[in-house]
């Protein structure tokens, strides 16, 4: 069965950063675009950044370019997200998915939560004075 595993998240000040994981099992993760997602107490859940199976292309959404960092190791199966600058704006539940193959190599300025297959159970972010 497959499992996607967060971990890395915390409360951090305005400022801080923060890297999350993401190991998972039970899929060709080597073959699958992935993306991590957001949802904050009230909000929708909101995707953050995508990158392609081979790792070599990635996106962002507008609030996060320049401070966040998605990237992956095949060879571990596991998907990270760097998070530097942190703002209050910030603090959500982050969740990593695997997209359905489908929609490989599609570009992620469209992409939306029906794409996608396996979620895990998110890692809480706070960032707060």
């Known amino acids: 069965e497959p499992q996607l595993v967060e971990s890395g998240g915390g409360m951090v000040r305005p400022g801080g950063s923060l890297r999350l994981s993401c190991v998972t099992t039970?899929?060709?993760?080597?073959?699958?675009?992935m993306s991590w997602f957001r949802q904050a107490p009230g909000k929708e859940r909101e995707w953050v950044a995508g990158?392609?199976?081979?790792?070599?292309?990635?996106d962002y959404v507008d609030s996060v370019k320049g401070r966040f960092t998605i990237s992956r190791d095949n060879t571990k199966s596991t998907l990270y997200l760097q998070m530097n600058s942190l703002k209050p704006e910030d603090t959500a539940l982050y969740y990593c998915?695997?997209?359905?193959?489908?929609?490989?190599?599609?570009?992620?300025?469209?992409?939306?939560?029906?794409?996608?297959?396996?979620w895990g159970q998110g890692t809480q972010v706070t960032v707060s004075s």
């Open positions: 039970g899929f060709t993760f080597s073959r699958s675009d």
């Open positions: 990158i392609n199976r081979e790792g070599t292309n990635s």
């Open positions: 998915t695997n997209r359905h193959p489908f929609y490989t190599g599609n570009n992620f300025a469209h992409t939306a939560i029906s794409e996608y297959v396996y």
